[in-house]
């Protein structure tokens, strides 16, 4: 596609669910980011994919958050057993390559956690 | 070491005038510094970016000024347009580290008529 592409766009699930968030870069996009903007926040990095592997996973805040992506494409951001503080916009960037290429953001998946 | 302080939070400028938005930030070792504008239910979009190579750098209406040895970075827009209200991100990446962003908090611009 011409954009990074974020499914679903929002989300609203009870407290303990586990979670999905689908981010698909730019065709030829080697690097993919996932940040966290909680409300009237800056982004918050969480975890980068340089193809497959996750060199840095430092912003993960807890082991409740995972992430993974096949084939150098798309990638899925799991939350399990969510908590309301989890409530935030979830966004996912691409860039060229990871060293000083811009990024390019989708438009975020809004969770809300009941 | 990581913060990038960004001020003000909020600003208000008439049209046709000029905004400026500030960032300061702590660690020598960031080597490239973007600003996003981010319109509500939208993902932030690259507006224009420096290397700490220049001192400044002018795409249109948009300039980047550039202090190494003060840390400090900002954002100018002129000739201001109500099109231009958004909220706008400082943020500083390594470039050798992933370039993972480190963002400011953001600052709300509305420009009035």
């Known amino acids: 596609g011409a954009g990074v592409s974020q499914s679903p766009s929002n989300k609203v699930t009870e407290k303990g669910k586990d979670v999905e968030l689908r981010c698909d870069p730019i065709s030829g996009h080697t690097a993919l980011y996932w940040y966290r903007q909680s409300l009237g926040q800056g982004l918050e990095f969480l975890i980068y994919?340089?193809?497959?592997?996750?060199?840095?996973k430092s912003g993960l805040p807890s082991d409740r958050f995972s992430a993974e992506r096949t084939g150098g494409s798309v990638s899925t951001l799991t939350i399990q057993r969510t908590q309301q503080e989890d409530s935030a916009v979830y966004l996912c960037?691409?860039?060229?390559?990871?060293?000083?290429?811009?990024?390019?953001f989708g438009d975020g998946t809004r969770l809300s956690i009941l | 070491q990581q913060q990038v302080k960004q001020s003000p939070q909020s600003l208000i400028v008439q049209k046709g005038g000029i905004s400026i938005i500030n960032c300061a930030y702590e660690n020598t070792a960031f080597d490239y510094f973007p600003w996003y504008q981010q319109f509500p239910g939208k993902g932030p979009a690259l507006l224009i970016a420096?290397?700490?190579?220049?001192s400044e750098k002018k795409e249109g209406r948009f300039t980047i000024s550039f202090n190494k040895s003060a840390k400090q970075f900002s954002l100018h827009i002129m000739d201001s347009q109500p099109g231009d209200s958004a909220t706008y991100f400082c943020?500083?990446?390594?470039?050798?580290?992933?370039?993972?962003?480190?963002f400011g908090t953001g600052t709300q611009l509305k420009v009035e008529l």
């Open positions: 994919f340089q193809g497959n592997s996750a060199p840095d």
């Open positions: 943020a500083a990446g390594l470039t050798g580290g992933g370039n993972k962003l480190t």
């Open positions: 960037a691409s860039s060229l390559f990871a060293q000083g290429q811009p990024q390019h």
């Open positions: 420096i290397r700490p190579d220049v």
